[in-house]
C-alpha cells in the first residue's frame, strides 16, 4: 500500500495543485493553454524523441509480451469505440475517449511502480509498455481523429490530409524522427540528451497541473456514464483482458506477465488530455476519467501488487 501511495499520491497532488491554483487566481484562465502547448509542442516531443533514441530495439523481440500488453491496450480501444457508436460523438471525440479507457500511465507511475514492485528485473518489460502506450496506441488515436478532420470527398485526398495531419503533429513526429536518429547509430551528445531529459521530464508534472486547471474552469455538464465507462474499462477491463492474454495465453514467464498485468491497471496518463486540447475537442470525460482513476488505482493497484508480490 506504501509503494502504490507513494506513486499516486504525486499525480493527484500535482492535479490538486493547478486546481487550487486557478481558484485562487495564481494562475489566469489563459494558463491552460500556455502550459498545454509548452507541454504537446516541447516537453512531450523531447521526451518521445528522446525515449526512441534509448530504446534497445532487441526488447522489442519479446512478441508475446507485446502481443499481451498491447492486445489489452488495443481490444480495451475498440470496445470503447464499440460501445460509443450510438452517441451523437463525433469519431474524433469517440477516438480521444477510447484512448484515455486504453491509456495507462506507464511513464510517471509505471516505471517506478514496476521497480519498487518487482526490482530491476521489471524494467525492460515496462520500458516496452511505456514505449508502446506513448506511440502504438497514441498513434491509432491521432490516425481516427485525422480521419474525422479529413471531409474531402476523394478517397485518396482523404488520405493525403490524414498523412499530412500525422507528419505535421509534433506527437507523431518526434518518436519517428527519434527512431530514424537511433537507426543512424549516432549517439546523442552528452549536452543534448541532458538538455532533453530535463525539457521532457516537464511533461508529466506540467500536464498535471494543466488538468487541474482546466478542471477549476465552468465546463458543460458531462454524461456521467461516458466517464464511468472509460473508469471501468480502464481499471478493470484492460487487465482482465491484458492478464488473460499474459497468464493463459502466451504463459509468459513471472516477471514479464506480472508486470504486464500491473502496468495495464494503471490509471489514464495525461496523454489523451493533451491530444483533446491539441485538437480543441472536448476534454471534459477525460480530465474527469484522469482523475477518477487515478483515485481508484489507489485500491486496485494496491490489490494487483499485494496479489503479485510475494
Request: hydrophobic share 55%.
Amino acid at each position: 500500500m506504501q509503494t502504490v501511495l507513494a506513486t499516486v499520491f504525486p499525480v493527484f497532488a500535482l492535479i490538486a495543485l493547478g486546481f487550487g491554483a486557478a481558484k485562487v487566481n495564481i494562475l489566469a484562465p489563459q494558463s491552460t493553454d500556455v502550459l498545454n502547448r509548452f507541454v504537446i509542442y516541447l516537453a512531450l516531443p523531447a521526451m518521445l524523441f528522446r525515449a526512441m533514441v534509448g530504446t534497445d530495439w532487441a526488447m522489442l523481440g519479446n512478441g508475446p509480451y507485446i502481443l499481451s500488453f498491447g492486445g489489452g491496450m488495443i481490444a480495451t480501444f475498440a470496445l470503447m469505440m464499440l460501445f460509443s457508436m450510438r452517441s451523437r460523438a463525433s469519431l474524433a471525440d469517440r477516438a480521444v475517449n477510447a484512448l484515455a479507457a486504453s491509456y495507462p500511465n506507464t511513464g510517471y507511475m509505471g516505471l517506478p511502480l514496476a521497480l519498487m514492485a518487482f526490482g530491476a528485473p521489471s524494467l525492460p518489460a515496462a520500458a516496452v509498455a511505456m514505449l508502446m502506450t506513448t506511440c502504438v496506441i497514441f498513434g491509432i488515436a491521432i490516425v481516427f481523429i485525422e480521419m474525422d478532420r479529413a471531409t474531402t470527398p476523394s478517397l485518396a485526398h482523404t488520405l493525403a490530409k490524414v498523412a499530412w495531419g500525422l507528419l505535421k503533429n509534433p506527437l507523431m513526429l518526434s518518436p519517428v524522427l527519434g527512431a530514424a536518429y537511433s537507426a543512424s547509430g549516432i549517439g546523442l551528445p552528452v549536452a543534448i540528451d541532458r538538455f532533453l531529459e530535463l525539457l521532457g521530464g516537464s511533461a508529466s508534472p506540467c500536464a498535471l497541473v494543466t488538468i487541474g486547471l482546466f478542471l477549476a474552469e465552468r465546463q458543460t455538464v458531462v454524461p456521467h456514464g461516458g466517464v464511468w465507462g472509460v473508469v471501468l474499462l480502464k481499471l478493470f477491463v484492460q487487465p482482465a483482458i491484458t492478464g488473460f492474454l499474459a497468464f493463459r495465453v502466451f504463459e509468459l514467464p513471472p516477471i514479464w506477465a506480472s508486470t504486464a498485468l500491473l502496468l495495464s491497471a494503471l490509471p489514464i496518463g495525461t496523454g489523451p488530455f493533451m491530444l483533446a486540447k491539441y485538437y480543441r475537442l472536448d476534454a471534459g470525460v477525460t480530465s474527469r476519467a484522469i482523475l477518477l482513476t487515478t483515485l481508484g488505482s489507489v485500491v486496485t493497484t494496491a490489490l494487483l501488487v499485494a496479489w503479485l508480490v510475494p
